[in-house]
């Protein structure tokens, strides 16, 4: 197995686990503890609102593309070979 293939499989596994938790997290009631700790309200209410939530969430749908796109570049090229 070469080392390129190794490190591509390895950055897809990266990227399925953390976009999968940050499309999850922002949505579950640890994310809302967190920003409890927050000592600035401004700041705390904007974390807790629905558009910092769908950032985090449009974060984590980002890194599940990204490994899509690197699992069809995968296999492209173990088609052509």
Not at 47 to 61: C, E, T, Y
């Given at each position: 197995?070469?080392?390129?293939?190794?490190?591509?499989?390895l950055?897809?596994?990266?990227?399925?686990?953390?976009?999968?938790?940050?499309?999850?997290?922002?949505?579950m009631?640890?994310?809302?503890?967190?920003?409890?700790?927050v000592?600035?309200?401004?700041?705390?209410?904007?974390?807790?609102?629905?558009?910092?939530?769908?950032?985090?969430?449009?974060?984590?749908?980002?890194?599940?593309?990204?490994?899509?796109?690197?699992?069809?570049?995968?296999?492209?090229?173990?088609?052509?070979?």
């Amino acid at each position: 197995m070469r080392s390129g293939f190794l490190f591509r499989l390895l950055f897809v596994v990266y990227c399925v686990e953390v976009g999968l938790f940050l499309l999850i997290w922002p949505w579950m009631g640890s994310y809302d503890r967190i920003w409890w700790e927050v000592r600035w309200s401004l700041l705390r209410m904007f974390g807790q609102g629905v558009l910092a939530r769908s950032l985090v969430s449009s974060f984590g749908a980002l890194h599940l593309l990204w490994a899509l796109h690197d699992v069809d570049l995968m296999l492209s090229r173990e088609r052509r070979s």
